[in-house]
């Protein structure tokens, strides 16, 4: 599956080769950990099993956090 992705304003193509993708499947393919971002779908956030589809807007965010 190709799916268009945002991160850190830019734009990125990825290709997932599986039928059914999820945002854990995403942030893998752009090396980063759940524990450090997080998925966006269509202006929510989503757990990581939630499945993505070709025609979701998909931003994934880095998470903050300070102390």
């Known amino acids: 599956m190709k799916l268009k ?4 304003g830019k734009f990125y193509e990825l290709d ?9 499947d995403i942030l893998k ?3 980063l950990s759940s524990e450090y971002a997080f998925v966006v779908k269509n202006g929510e956030v989503v757990p990581e ?4 589809n070709e025609t ?9 956090s300070g102390g």
Do not use: F, S
């Not at 992705?5 to 850190?8: A, F, T």
């Not at 997932?16 to 854990?24: C, D, P, R, S």
């Open 5 to 8: 992705v945002k991160y850190r």
């Open 16 to 24: 997932i080769n599986k039928e059914k993708v999820t945002a854990l």
């Open 29 to 31: 393919a752009l090396n």
């Open 49 to 52: 099993e939630e499945l993505i």
């Open 56 to 64: 979701d807007d998909i931003k994934v965010v880095n998470a903050i």
